[in-house]
Structures are given as C-alpha cells and as structure tokens.
C-alpha cells in the first residue's frame, strides 16, 4: 500500500488530470558542475506548465505558486526558458533558502509536478521506491529513464512512432484473451521491433535495452485496456470488489518492469555470445552469474572471470541486495536504468565494491565520485569478452 505522502499524490494527480513524473538527477541538485540547481522540465511537455513556446535566442520567465508535500512548504517559484547561447532548456527554480529537495540525497528521488494552471502547481518529491512504483502503477505511466507525462482525460502517447510496430503491437494484443506472461510480452516486444526497425541489431546495447522497455510497456498497455477494460467498466458488487480489482491491476503493472528488464538482459547477454546462468542456486540467489553455476561451484575456475550481475530497474535503496549475493565474486555489478543516484551513494556502492552499468544516455544524470566507475551496457559487454577470452 502507498504511504498517506504518495496516496495525496495520486489522488490529486488524478483530480487534475495531469502530472510530470521524473527522478531528480544530479543535474537538477547542481552536482554536475553545469548551470544553476533547478529542476529541468521536459521540453515537448511545455504546454503543462509554461505559457511560452520554446524559441531559440529566447530568455522567458514566468512566476508560479507551487504547494509542496501537500501544504507542507509553499515557494514563489519560477519556470524559465532558457534559448541563448548553447543553452535549450526549461528549468523550475528559485525555493528559497533550506529548499530540502534539491540536496545531494534527493538525486533518484520522484519528483510529481501537478500543474492546476499555468501559475499554481502541486508537487511531491517521492523518496521510497514502494510509493514510486505505486504512484506509476495508479497514474498508468513509467518515468523510464528521464520522464513521463500523466494526462489521465487523454489516450496515452505512444513510446514509439513507427506504424510498423503499432500494427504488430495492435495485432497481438487483439488476438489474446488472458493476460500473457512477462516472457511472451518481451518475446513480442523483440520480434515487432526487430521486424520493423532496420538494423535494429546494430545499435548499441543502451540504446536497444532503453528502446525494448520502452516498446514492452507500450505493449503492455495495449494489452491490458484490451484485457481489462469489461473489467474496470462493470458494476462492482461493492467497495471491497472494487479495491480488490484495483489492486490486482496494479500489481500487475508493478511486477512487470522488474522482469521486463531481466528478460531484455538476457537477450543482449545471448546475442553477445556471453555464457550465463539466470537466478542459480548459489548463495544469495543473484540474478545472473557469467560465465554459469558450474564454474561458480568450481573451486578451480578463477574468480576473476567470474561476475555476478544484478539487474534492477531503480537502485537507490536496492543495491545493497547484490552485496549479499555470490560471495565468492568480491566484484559485483548492478545493471539499472535509475535515472541517478546521489554522490553519497555512488560513493558508498564504490566503498561495497558494487560497480554500476547504466545506459549511455543516462551517464551525464550521474555525479563524478572520485574512484566510482560508471559503466555503460557496450563496456561492461567489451570487458566480459576480453576476460572470458
């Protein structure tokens, strides 16, 4: 169950119709060494919060209100766009001395803009993963990677343009009846997008991982209005049948990422050729072990060709969980699509000798730690290779 925090989120986005989500990142809290501390707004979504189209050679501002942790602080803020020089961005700013939303711990945290006009907003910064992932599971959205937007009276944009992966996507979710395990949703994900998009197989492994996730939710969604809509639309018997539905859709939409991201894992990890084994029976069960069980259970294979790998789609709180996990592998690594984390715990997943493997795009929301190593998914695939060579 979300928090009472997460519940007055969800209930007040709903209420309004609309809502950005995106996790705070180092830029953002000004730990980058780039321009002022500020939260960065999605640039295609202007039209939510700012009465000002993006223009190049443009500087514009515009005051808001903004209610923060549902009353709990209030600030005259300021949305600016920012179209001179190199700069091409907007940017929410100016809250005051002891603002405690943009320090270092909040990088990885949601933060909920829900704008009621162009000149009042809500807002919630979310700190616990279980209230992230329930407030994307109620507002039917997933902040993968950077953003999302919550327009609850509007069909929701599609992840992906082409045609021809809609009508593949179209196509299956007609045909089905009950709800598809996770394997077959990544299955179908792959082989529409494969079919569709020349040399699909040539791009790098970040951008192929970022772009399944964000094809597989797509699909999800599909799926489940397909699915789930006689459901949602009946008349309830009574409260208690009522919640009983809505939880069971929204576990649904929670568990699924999670293993999302593992099957699509294990599909670059096959194409590169790299032997693993998925969740083994080996102390602390981890999620992948390279090159297998059999050369972990080895006492002559060397440890260091042998990698333990978690895969999670938030790390903040959960990377700890890898520590525990095969330890006989004093190195390990945690592939994740979190948006950022804060300096503190880079730096302490540095200290845990936990190495991060991120998507390309997502390096610049990271701070530098002094020691701490930032991989990508083509680097960390490179020194598999070259260490099993």
């Given at each position: 169950?979300?928090?009472?925090?997460?519940?007055?989120?969800?209930?007040?986005?709903?209420?309004?119709?609309?809502?950005?989500?995106?996790?705070?990142?180092?830029?953002?809290?000004?730990?980058?060494?780039?321009?002022?501390?500020?939260?960065?707004?999605?640039?295609?979504?202007?039209?939510?919060?700012?009465?000002?189209?993006?223009?190049?050679?443009?500087?514009?501002?515009?005051?808001?209100?903004?209610?923060?942790?549902?009353?709990?602080?209030?600030?005259?803020?300021?949305?600016?766009w920012y179209g001179q020089k190199t700069r091409d961005e907007?940017?929410?700013?100016?809250?005051?001395?002891?603002?405690?939303?943009?320090?270092?711990?909040?990088?990885?945290?949601?933060?909920?803009?829900?704008?009621?006009?162009?000149?009042?907003?809500?807002?919630?910064?979310?700190?616990?993963?279980?209230?992230?992932?329930?407030?994307?599971?109620?507002?039917?959205?997933?902040?993968?990677?950077?953003?999302?937007?919550?327009?609850?009276?509007?069909?929701?944009?599609?992840?992906?343009?082409?045609?021809?992966?809609?009508?593949?996507?179209?196509?299956?979710?007609?045909?089905?009846?009950?709800?598809?395990?996770?394997?077959?949703?990544?299955?179908?994900?792959?082989?529409?997008?494969?079919?569709?998009?020349?040399?699909?197989?040539?791009?790098?492994?970040?951008?192929?991982?970022?772009?399944?996730?964000?094809?597989?939710?797509?699909?999800?969604?599909?799926?489940?209005?397909?699915?789930?809509?006689?459901?949602?639309?009946?008349?309830?018997?009574?409260?208690?049948?009522?919640?009983?539905?809505?939880?069971?859709?929204?576990?649904?939409?929670?568990?699924?990422?999670?293993?999302?991201?593992?099957?699509?894992?294990?599909?670059?990890?096959?194409?590169?050729?790299?032997?693993?084994?998925?969740?083994?029976?080996?102390?602390?069960?981890?999620?992948?072990?390279?090159?297998?069980?059999?050369?972990?259970?080895?006492?002559?294979?060397?440890?260091?060709?042998?990698?333990?790998?978690?895969?999670?789609?938030?790390?903040?709180?959960?990377?700890?969980?890898?520590?525990?996990?095969?330890?006989?592998?004093?190195?390990?690594?945690?592939?994740?699509?979190?948006?950022?984390?804060?300096?503190?715990?880079?730096?302490?997943?540095?200290?845990?000798?936990?190495?991060?493997?991120?998507?390309?795009?997502?390096?610049?929301?990271?701070?530098?730690?002094?020691?701490?190593?930032?991989?990508?998914?083509?680097?960390?695939?490179?020194?598999?290779?070259?260490?099993?060579?």
């Amino acid at each position: 169950m979300p928090s009472p925090l997460a519940e007055k989120a969800i209930e007040e986005a709903q209420q309004v119709g609309k809502a950005i989500l995106k996790f705070v990142s180092a830029n953002d809290c000004g730990l980058t060494g780039s321009h002022q501390a500020g939260f960065y707004l999605p640039k295609s979504a202007w039209e939510l919060y700012a009465p000002f189209a993006p223009q190049k050679g443009k500087l514009e501002k515009s005051k808001v209100r903004i209610i923060w942790q549902g009353g709990e602080r209030v600030t005259d803020s300021v949305v600016t766009w920012y179209g001179q020089k190199t700069r091409d961005e907007y940017r929410l700013t100016a809250f005051g001395k002891g603002f405690p939303y943009l320090i270092d711990d909040s990088v990885g945290d949601l933060l909920v803009l829900i704008p009621q006009d162009l000149q009042n907003f809500l807002a919630y910064v979310i700190d616990l993963p279980e209230d992230i992932e329930d407030i994307q599971a109620a507002l039917g959205v997933e902040a993968i990677g950077t953003w999302a937007v919550y327009e609850g009276a509007k069909e929701p944009s599609p992840l992906s343009p082409e045609d021809c992966i809609d009508k593949q996507f179209r196509a299956f979710a007609q045909s089905v009846q009950a709800f598809p395990t996770g394997n077959i949703f990544s299955e179908k994900t792959r082989e529409a997008i494969i079919k569709c998009v020349n040399d699909f197989g040539k791009k790098p492994s970040d951008d192929r991982l970022m772009d399944l996730m964000k094809g597989e939710y797509r699909l999800f969604r599909l799926v489940e209005r397909q699915i789930c809509l006689p459901e949602v639309c009946r008349l309830f018997k009574d409260i208690d049948d009522f919640l009983k539905t809505a939880a069971t859709l929204m576990n649904r939409r929670k568990s699924r990422a999670g293993r999302s991201m593992e099957n699509h894992v294990e599909y670059l990890l096959n194409d590169a050729k790299i032997p693993f084994d998925v969740r083994p029976q080996i102390d602390g069960e981890p999620d992948i072990v390279i090159p297998g069980k059999a050369a972990y259970d080895d006492p002559k294979f060397p440890t260091d060709k042998l990698f333990v790998v978690g895969v999670k789609t938030t790390c903040k709180d959960r990377w700890r969980q890898v520590t525990q996990e095969a330890p006989r592998i004093e190195w390990k690594h945690l592939i994740t699509i979190q948006e950022g984390v804060s300096a503190k715990q880079l730096k302490q997943m540095h200290q845990h000798k936990v190495t991060l493997v991120v998507p390309q795009k997502l390096h610049s929301r990271y701070p530098r730690v002094k020691g701490a190593r930032l991989l990508d998914m083509e680097a960390f695939i490179r020194a598999i290779r070259k260490t099993l060579a």
